[in-house]
């Protein structure tokens, strides 16, 4: 038998730590680093998946679930995203769960960046096409999406506040277009 | 923009969000090394191609990432419906009962017809080439 592995922790170097921007009706802010799994499952695993995260996995389209600061985000019929705001690792979470399942850390994958404000649905259907209308899109409700020429993930937390997660790599494209955005909200 | 009905999402969504992805119902062979060359051509390049409707693929790729099935019409650019993958192909004649197309409806200008012709035919007859 081999000895136990050492753990090796690297130092974080978050992409637009600390950015933020104020223009009337949107206030935008890079949110703080976060724990989060890409989750892959079929329907009979479900359960098994749900008990072992705490918060139980939404099956319905374009719905979300939160729970002591962990939050499931339904991607696709077999898709979700983990989100752990509390430093708690949703990874290790399922490791012991013996139901089929695919669950990546992807972590350092994303940055998130909160839209906050009156107007924080215009500033982002300046560049997102979907119905941010509360009727269609109300609390909640969390849908993979596009903004300008980058793939988002976009989540209601409230009436006027969205989180936006993106790939690391496009995260300043992102926040310089909703930078942009939030100026024209408010002209 | 179009909306385009994802049958996965069950809702219509912009059509930025989508992404096509080729002829639909193309089975692939079970025993592909015994295909003839003329059958391997035939399933790897022809395509019906038509003026008026098509059974496309289609991905929700930046949704809910699914392939899918839809009718559409190549003319109007008309989604006539959509439908989940490994579903059976959808009765023609019964589709057009229900929502008659705009290429099938609409009377075919000859005169139009007369301009569409082949892009190397255009440039011989304007002598441009
Ligand atoms: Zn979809």
Redesign the pocket.
């Known amino acids: 038998m081999a000895k136990a592995a050492t753990t090796i922790t690297a130092a974080r170097a978050p992409a637009q730590a600390g950015r933020d921007f104020s223009a009337k009706g949107v206030k935008l802010a890079v949110l703080a680093p976060a724990e989060r799994i890409s989750l892959r499952a079929p329907e009979a695993s479900i359960a098994a998946l749900s008990k072992a995260l705490g918060v139980t996995l939404p099956q319905k389209a374009k719905t979300s679930a939160t729970k002591d600061g962990r939050t499931a985000l339904r991607l ?1 019929p077999d898709e979700w995203m983990v989100i752990d705001e509390k430093g708690n690792d949703p990874l290790a979470d399922c490791a012991g769960v013996k139901q089929l399942h695919s669950a990546v850390g992807i972590s350092h994958r994303n940055v998130a960046i909160s839209v906050t404000g009156p107007a924080a649905a215009a500033c982002i259907n300046s560049g997102c096409p979907q119905d941010l209308s509360l009727a269609a899109f109300p609390v909640g409700a969390c849908s993979r999406t596009i903004l300008g020429k980058s793939e988002i993930l976009l989540l209601r937390t409230a009436e006027d506040a969205f989180r936006v997660e993106c790939w690391r790599s496009f995260s300043d494209y992102v926040f310089t277009f909703l930078a942009q955005a939030a100026t024209d909200a408010a002209a | 923009m179009l909306l385009i009905r ?1 049958p ?2 069950e809702e219509e ?1 912009p059509e930025l969000e989508f992404r096509n992805a080729g002829e639909a119902h193309i089975a692939r062979s079970t025993n592909i090394a015994a295909e003839s060359d003329e059958d391997f051509e035939k399933f790897f390049f022809i395509r019906s191609n038509p003026k008026g409707i098509i059974f496309e693929r289609w991905r ?1 790729i930046h ?2 990432a ?1 392939f899918f099935n839809a009718v559409r019409d190549t003319v109007s650019d008309k989604f006539v419906m959509t439908y989940k993958a490994g579903e059976p192909k959808p009765d023609l004649a019964k589709i057009m009962k229900t929502d008659k197309p705009a290429a099938v409806a609409a009377e075919v200008d000859p005169q139009e017809d007369k301009t569409k012709k082949p892009a190397a035919k255009r440039a011989a007859q304007k002598g441009d080439a």
Do not use: E
Request: proline letters at 0%; aromatic letters at 12%.
């Open positions: 696709g | 994802c996965y999402c969504r929700h949704g809910c699914r």
